[in-house]
């Protein structure tokens, strides 16, 4: 370094444009962070001023007509109760049993290992891969065929699956091995540990991971779209083999049909499905910050 | 993951034994003899308990078999369908073809049309989504106090939570119209790859920031306090210290989100059209491959013929490509971690 050749001045200048730097760029940064805020709140008004004038109780009390005016989400609202209904069903038992196995019971092998990384890559599987599966086995194989609420929702089982094993594991995890110490020095069997202090413990972090997993099921479209296929259904699903449509359904299929108020009913549709999501992502994080594990230092 | 595991207390079969000894020896105690049939019934349950937790862990291992056998099922029906059409179009027709026509006479399934459309949309949502979560990273991990950054993570998280369907409402109603206004009605198709993009780089932003941020706050405090010392602006230190230590994980969350964006499906089915097309102009309309998967499960195409195996054809490309995408970003972050901990 030859500091003696940089003058007093140049110093104070290259200092001067190093902290301007730092002021613009940091512009940036909170611009980059704006954006996006107002790319959330410009979908929210849109959604909103579209979507609004439409909503009423006879919107949510009535069958989807060829009349934008008289149209309404009875049917997609009650198949999406039976869809995300038997997914819960299929998914807590499966999901949570599966984390408990890797965390508590597995033997770190090869074999075991090998379930994790899948259950990762599983995560990252796209959607519509999920809606071909279900197509292939449980439609065409399993159902002979039909397109029913059941095969919709085991898809779905299989789509969130890895959400809710992972969200478990991380919960299992946060339960501080000192607990399940004093349970063992008591003379308890694993099992019993498992069930007295660690799922109690981990449940709210479960719980949040579940609710998650489920609104992801509320709000997935596209495997349902290629399980149900069928678009225009006016009839509360009877039984676990009934037709049936989801609201995400629903939404596409007014989304895509030529008459501008259409455009309107799917706006007033989305305003019902947010309500549901945002509602229940609330749920999630409460749970999720009133019941955090704290353990002791 | 490094937790260790205490070893179980009770290994059952010699529990078993030690308390059959103990109470066969206090049987010979007259003055103990009274227990003899609390610890007898002590042994019963020991022993129940025993069966019960062996029932349970052949449920729980069932359990986790199931995620074994959905990987197999994709695999093993993709392959299967897929083999079908292959026998009739050869592999290299399908993946060097520039032409997609399966549901036109004359037929071809030159599937890079469809892969262009799918790639050109990723591309504008990972450029979107990299400078925007960046951004954002950068400014909650090095700028933000604490209390602003619980209150703006939780809001740009909100973005990841909403459907897919409802972003591609809002890039059909409220981003193309834009687009139209600014590039004009006649040079943008009212179904184009930018305005699919764009909003779809919004939707993984979250992604992008969330996980970058993560590597940023990992690298040490004390690498940060070497650059302060030395003079360095909060920018310097950012772009010099930081992001280099965080720059596995930053590409890491960049490659996972890109490969989010290239299994999306319902925006790109709404916004971006369904004209397959090998093209670099983002207002033109294209067709992804997942719309294209969409579109002929929601047509009349009969079971088991050669437009219906394209889908399977179509889907076992996209499977192969997301998956490299996600082994590569999460073999990025494993080598991330090896660096601090």
Do not use: C
């Not at chain 1, 479960?206 to 495997?223: N, W």
């Not at chain 2, 292959?86 to 071809?108: A, H, I, N």
């Not at chain 2, 890079?112 to 979560?133: C, H």
Request: cysteine-free; charged content about 15%.
């Amino acid at each position: 370094m030859s500091s003696s050749k940089i003058t007093r001045q140049e110093r104070q200048r290259s200092r001067l444009i190093r902290l301007w730097r730092d002021r613009i760029f940091v512009t940036g940064f909170v611009a980059a962070i704006v954006i996006g805020i107002l790319g959330l709140a410009a979908l929210l008004f849109d959604v909103l001023i579209d979507g609004l004038p439409f909503l009423n109780w006879n919107f949510l009390s009535s069958y989807a007509s060829r009349k934008p005016l008289e149209s309404g989400i009875l049917a997609p609202l009650a198949g999406t109760i039976w869809v995300v209904g038997l997914t819960a069903l299929l998914t807590i038992p499966i999901g949570v049993g599966t984390a408990i196995y890797l965390e508590e019971f597995a033997r770190k092998n090869k074999f075991n290992r090998l379930i994790e990384l899948n259950i990762a890559n599983l995560a990252g599987v796209p959607s519509v891969i999920y809606g071909l599966l279900g197509l292939a086995v449980f439609v065409q194989f399993l159902f002979n065929g039909s397109r029913n609420v059941t095969a919709g929702a085991l898809t779905m089982t299989l789509l969130v699956l890895p959400i809710v094993v992972i969200a478990s594991q991380e919960a299992i995890k946060a339960v501080p091995s000192s607990y399940r110490d004093a349970a063992f020095a008591m003379g308890a069997n694993r099992w019993q540990v498992v069930k007295t202090v660690v799922l109690p413990l981990g449940l709210p972090g479960m719980m949040s991971g579940i609710i998650l997993a489920l609104s992801r099921a509320i709000g997935e479209s596209a495997p349902i779209l290629i399980i149900s296929s069928l678009v225009w259904v006016t009839f509360v699903p009877a039984s676990p083999d009934s037709k049936f449509t989801v609201l995400p359904l629903q939404i596409f299929t007014w989304i895509s049909q030529p008459q501008h108020d259409f455009r309107g009913i799917a706006a007033a549709a989305i305003i019902v499905l947010l309500i549901v999501l945002l509602s229940m992502n609330g749920i999630a994080i409460w749970i999720r910050s009133k019941y955090q594990i704290r353990p002791e230092q | 993951m490094t937790r260790q595991r205490p070893r179980d207390v009770a290994p059952d079969p010699e529990i078993f034994k030690f308390e059959t000894a103990i109470s066969s020896r206090m049987s010979t105690n007259p003055e103990l003899e009274i227990n003899q049939a609390i610890l007898d019934r002590v042994a019963r349950r020991r022993r129940r308990q025993h069966v019960e937790q062996a029932i349970v862990i052949w449920l729980l291992r069932a359990a986790a078999l199931i995620s074994i056998l959905t990987t197999v099922g994709i695999i093993v029906i993709l392959v299967a369908q897929s083999a079908g059409f292959f026998k009739e179009v050869s592999v290299w027709d399908f993946l060097t073809g520039t032409q997609w026509t399966p549901l036109l006479k004359p037929q071809q399934f030159g599937v890079l049309s469809l892969v262009g459309g799918t790639l050109l949309v990723a591309a504008i949502a990972g450029i979107v989504s990299l400078t925007l979560g960046l951004g954002a990273a950068i400014f909650l991990s090095e700028y933000a106090p604490e209390k602003l950054r619980r209150v703006l993570k939780p809001i740009l998280e909100v973005l990841a939570g909403i459907p897919t369907v409802v972003y591609g409402y809002f890039a059909l109603t409220f981003i193309t119209p834009i687009l139209q206004g600014v590039f004009g009605s006649d040079r943008v198709i009212v179904f184009n790859a930018l305005s699919a993009g764009l909003v779809m780089g919004l939707m993984i932003m979250p992604m992008v920031s969330t996980l970058s941020e993560d590597a940023m706050v990992a690298v040490p405090r004390s690498l940060r306090d070497a650059a302060y010392a030395l003079g360095a602006t909060r920018f310097e230190v950012a772009t010099k210290v930081v992001i280099p230590a965080a720059l596995s994980g930053i590409v890491a969350s960049f490659i996972l989100a890109v490969s989010r964006a290239v299994g999306e499906t319902m925006i790109v089915k709404i916004a971006a059209g369904a004209t397959p097309n090998l093209t670099l102009n983002p207002l033109e309309s294209i067709q992804a491959m997942t719309a294209y998967i969409v579109q002929v499960s929601l047509g009349e195409t009969p079971q088991g013929s050669l437009e219906y195996k394209t889908i399977f054809a179509v889907g076992l490309l996209l499977f192969a490509m997301t998956l490299v995408m996600n082994i590569v970003g999460r073999w990025v972050i494993s080598r991330f971690r090896q660096q601090y901990n």
